[in-house]
């Protein structure tokens, strides 16, 4: 089955750039959607299709994927962008949803 | 502005069934797939599985969950529920309805508060 690979944790000073990466085989070649998840709250999506910003997601989330690393780029982190963040695909060889499993973003 | 809320129990015995309904109001069900996720205390999201608005033979299941798990629509309520017999502790989790945007690939873009399934005797 397919997997999705994330660090446990990133941490970030405020006002830097946070970069959360997710490793999968060839996930160049998928679409791939990243989710932020507050403390007590339900996931919300940030990105979707590898780039896309949902209307409402700040400027300040990014996102871009290539060969088997995708990455989640927060700009100018504030203290309310801590958070654990999933990424996601669809693995079509399974017919399956497959999550990361999550990165917790600390701005210290 | 869609929005979903699951209700249920929130207490199962072990090797019984969890039965959960996630009621959609301010949007339509038709043109989407609706989805049941589900995340174990301090881990990570699990994938359950989802099932298109006309229901048929229009679902995917997790490939280690799909013995067990049942997922069924009714539009004329707006509702989808959710089956997961012969349940054990490790079936413990939070558990989100959300609806699915499926286009070539899937993402989840509305998701209900969540509701917290505990197995015990």
């Not at chain 1, 791939?32 to 989330?61: C, K, M, N, T």
């Amino acid at each position: 089955s397919y997997e999705l690979s994330q660090p446990l944790s990133v941490s970030v000073a405020p006002g830097q750039t946070a970069r959360i990466p997710c490793g999968g085989n060839n996930i160049g070649f998928k679409n791939v959607h990243w989710y932020q998840q507050e403390p007590g709250q339900a996931p919300v999506l940030v990105i979707y299709r590898d780039d896309v910003r949902p209307s409402g997601v700040p400027e300040r989330f990014s996102a871009s994927n290539s060969g088997n690393t995708a990455t989640l780029t927060i700009s100018s982190a504030q203290a309310g962008d801590e958070a654990d963040y999933y990424c996601q695909v669809w693995d079509t060889t399974t017919g399956s949803v497959v999550f990361g499993g999550g990165t917790r973003l600390t701005v210290l | 502005q869609v929005q979903l809320q699951e209700s249920g129990p929130g207490l199962v015995t072990p090797s019984e069934t969890l039965s959960l309904t996630c009621t959609v109001s301010g949007g339509s069900m038709t043109t989407y797939y609706w989805s049941w996720i589900r995340q174990p205390p301090g881990k990570g999201l699990e994938w359950i599985g989802y099932i298109y608005y006309n229901g048929n033979t229009n679902y995917y299941y997790n490939p280690s969950l799909k013995s067990r798990v049942t997922i069924s629509v009714d539009t004329s309520n707006n509702q989808f529920s959710l089956n997961l017999s012969s349940v054990t502790a490790a079936d413990t989790a939070v558990y989100y309805c959300a609806r699915a945007v499926t286009s070539g690939t899937t993402n989840f873009d509305h998701w209900g508060q969540g509701t917290l399934v505990t197995v015990s005797s």
